[in-house]
């Protein structure tokens, strides 16, 4: 999936997959994660979501990734905070207070770059990115972060019915891309009311990896 394909979704308004309020999910979960006050939370392929203004609300601080530099201009106006952008190699970095948010391709977001990430939070990412990107996503993602826990949100139907994003990703294959260095937990799952874009059943569920050296309760 090409770049040009997101920068258009922006450039034309086409952003349904942008809620207009927090995530359900996160407001219920988020607190399994177990992150003290001022803790670094990162958001891959963040756009302009309301969830980090959740965050920020919350006392926490927020690290995102986002290819299109409108939805993060758009992200800071709705905040209403005024960023300071530097020039990152192949990165753009808009930084205000207690968030940093990194414009450009999430490969070329090095852990150097990132700095120290306490969790991640990934309602959209994972789901965006085509099947054949999925694995050298997700290896890159536990590189730049060390393996931090996550707060992951996949969607599962039959992706014969319909074309991504999102896409469809069954537990199969998160346990296939995180099993190895995470334990998993799905901490909740429901029908997507009136299907996927109101066109084909899906499930939403919500997974909690931990390190394999952490204890879940």
């Not at 990165?91 to 999430?106: M, N, P, T, W």
């Not at 996503?137 to 972060?145: C, E, P, W």
């Amino acid at each position: 999936m090409e770049a040009s394909f997101w920068h258009q979704k922006w450039e034309r308004g086409e952003i349904a997959f942008h809620e207009s309020e927090a995530n359900p999910f996160l407001i219920a979960h988020f607190e399994k994660l177990k992150l003290a006050k001022g803790c670094r939370v990162f958001l891959p392929l963040c756009g302009k979501t309301r969830d980090i203004s959740w965050l920020l609300g919350c006392g926490y601080r927020v690290a995102g990734a986002e290819l299109s530099e409108l939805a993060v201009n758009e992200l800071f106006k709705e905040l209403g905070l005024e960023p300071q952008i530097f020039k990152a190699r192949e990165l753009v970095r808009y930084s205000a207070k207690d968030i940093d948010i990194f414009v450009g391709d999430i490969f070329d977001v090095s852990a150097e770059f990132l700095g120290p990430i306490s969790a991640i939070y990934d309602r959209a990412a994972l789901v965006a990115l085509p099947s054949s990107i999925r694995e050298r996503y997700t290896s890159h993602l536990m590189n730049i972060t060390g393996t931090a826990p996550q707060l992951l949100i996949c969607y599962e139907y039959d992706q014969r019915l319909m074309d991504g994003p999102p896409f469809s990703v069954n537990e199969n294959e998160v346990k296939q891309h995180y099993g190895a260095m995470y334990q998993l937990k799905a901490v909740e799952s429901k029908r997507v009311a009136g299907g996927l874009k109101g066109k084909v059943a899906s499930t939403e569920t919500v997974w909690l990896l931990q390190h394999v050296s952490v204890k879940q309760s």
